[in-house]
Each structure stands twice: as structure tokens, then as C-alpha cells.
């Protein structure tokens, strides 16, 4: 399998062997078994870790055998998700956040997640040389995933990833999304908690309205506090959450991430929303939820394939020629369908 070197060795930054081209000794490790990689993840070895992100992002038809090698290593950590409009200031946000979470002593695992591919945007060759100030930081891992073009599985692709750091021991794990449609906005709603970030000026919360971004939000960010407007636009938010029929009132809070100003509240407003996440038992029932989602989504794309595929798909036609000929109703046939689909199969991986 070739995941490792598609992805190259530079879509692991942060990593201080980046520049090297992909070794034999790589190739090989690409073949390990998921079990493997997933023990050596587990036990630190960032090589592994990397290694088991480009088998995630580039190979669905891997993520059953790693899921099932990370089942019982996941669950540990506190995931957060940061999204908005681009160029307001997400990545200098996550930045401000790593540094913040570095000097609590907390671990912190970054999936930077971009529609477009990372080496086309400008935003992340910026992102690049913010981020570099934890290269060489063994308590920091930075990742960028791209979509070619399907977010549908962009956003599986970053369940599994998310599941991965998870796994690899990091108590913080940040998703960073562009905040541009919905499933971005899935994306960002995989995580524990949600950062909606704006810039102050007229009109920011009315799109982020239309983009249905206020309701996710479980913290809403005012970014560039140093510029104009930001008091007004923070007073603008809080009246507007302030309407918001039952449920959370998402806290708002003003930052200027380029000076580092409101990281430490922002920390402590994401640290409150947790707790009273977990106090509620508003945590578990999201993690339930999420995970009937994806069972359901495996389920249905499980009967799909299968049902495309022979013998099933003959008999599909078979039992569509009866209906046409008036010798048997849409529904039983159907039924009868459904009924030889239902034989003790396993879900395939892909
Ligand atoms: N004035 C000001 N500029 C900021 C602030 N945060 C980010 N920026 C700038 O906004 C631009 C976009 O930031 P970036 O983090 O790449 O945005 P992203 O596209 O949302 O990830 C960069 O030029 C940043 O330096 C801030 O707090 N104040
Ligand atoms: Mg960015």
C-alpha cells in the first residue's frame, strides 16, 4: 500500500524528519498491520502516528482494521473544533490555544482540515510557518487533511483521524475547518465542543446566521478584538444568543489572537463547557449520538453496496420484472429483497 508516500512525508509538519523522502524503512512500516501501528501510536512513536493518519486519510478500506485496533484507546481525550469564515483567524487562534495548552503541561494534537488541497491555499503555507514554532515539540501534533474534493468522506476520514490522536494519547485534540457550508460545519460539530469564530464589521454575525453557524456554537469567538467594532459585535452576539429559544446560551468571548489577548479565557470558557458537558450527561449522550450516526451511515452504505452488487443486484432485477409484469407489489418485493440481503455477511471495510 502506497498511503505514506501519496501523502508525503511534508503533510507531517511538525514532524522534525519532514523534509526526507519516503525511506524503505518507511514503505515497510506503510505495511505494517493496523495493530501494529496503532501499539507503537499508542506508545508514542510519532513516525507510527503519522503513518497510521495517511493510511486513514488516504485508504477507507483500512479504517475498519485500525478502528478495531484502536477500539479501548480512544475515549480519553477533550476534542475541539474551531471553524469560521476564512482569514478570520482560526489558525493564529489554534496557534494562541497549542501555546496556552503547552503550558498547562497538556499534549495537544492539531487536524487541520482544508476543502482545498493544503499546498494550493496561501492560508496554509501561513498556517505552516505559525504552526513551526512547535516543530520539534514531542507534545504537539499537527496534521493537515485535504479532501480531494469529497467532504462527505472528509468528514469521515476526520472522525477517524480525531479517533487516532485520541488514541495516541493526546488530552487536547483541535479540528480546525473552514466554516463555509455544512459539512465543514459537521466537521467542526465532531468535537466536544465547538468554537465559532467572527471578526468584528457589519454583517459578520448576520452571515454566520445564514451559514447556520450560531447553532452549533457552543463558544462564540470575537476574534481581531483589536480592531474596531469588536465591543459592538460582541454586544451584537450576546443579544442575539440571548434570543435564542431554550437550550445553552453559548458563551461569547472577545480575542485577539496575533497578541495573544482573551487565550486564557477562551481556555477556561472551552475547560467550562466541557465540565458542564460531562456534569449533564449532555457528553455521553453527544458520543451516543455520534456513534449511532456513524453505525447507521456503515449500516446503510453496508445494504447499498451490497444491494449493487451481485447476486443481489440480478435479483433486484429479477423482482423489479414482477412488479411490472403485475405479479407482485412494490413492497413485498422489497421485503423479499431485504430478506436475502439480511444473510450473516460482514460489512465490508469499504
Ligand atoms: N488584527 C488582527 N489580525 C489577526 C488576528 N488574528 C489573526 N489575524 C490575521 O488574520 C489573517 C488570517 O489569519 P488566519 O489565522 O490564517 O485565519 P484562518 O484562515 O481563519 O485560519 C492573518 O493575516 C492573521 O495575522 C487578530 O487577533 N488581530
Ligand atoms: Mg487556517
Known sequence: MTAGSAAGPDRERGLPDRARGPAPAELAAAELVAAELVAAAVGGDR????????AVENTPRRWREIGAALAGHAGGAQTVGLT????????????????????????????????????????LLGDRVRMSEHAGDPGVFIRSLASRGRLGGLAAATAQALRVLDAAGFDVVIVETVGVGQAEIDIAALADT????????????????????????????VNKGDRPGAARTVADLTAMTGMRAGGRRPAVVRVAATLGEG?????????????????????DRRRLARAADEIRGLALTALRDRLAAPPHDARLAELARLVVAGAA?????????????????????A
Open 47 to 54: 513516525r507510527a502516528l503519522a503513518r497510521l493518519l495517511s
Open 263 to 283: 487565550i486564557d479565557e477562551l481556555v477556561e470558557r472551552i475547560a467550562a463547557h466541557r465540565r458542564e458537558l460531562a456534569a449533564t450527561g449532555e457528553l
Open 84 to 123: 469560521g469564515a476564512p482569514g478570520v483567524g482560526k489558525s493564529t487562534t489554534v496557534t494562541a490555544l497549542v501555546r496556552a495548552y503547552r503550558r498547562a503541561g497538556h499534549r495537544v494534537g492539531v487536524l487541520a482540515v482544508d476543502p482545498s488541497s493544503p499546498y494550493t491555499g496561501g492560508a
Open 329 to 349: 407489489d412494490p413492497w413485498s418485493a422489497a421485503e423479499r429483497l431485504l430478506g436475502d440481503v439480511m444473510t450473516a455477511q460482514p460489512v465490508p471495510s
Open 194 to 221: 465547538t468554537c465559532v469564530l467572527l471578526a468584528p464589521g457589519a454583517g459578520d454575525d448576520v452571515q454566520a446566521v445564514k451559514a447556520g453557524l450560531l447553532e452549533v456554537a457552543d463558544v462564540l469567538v
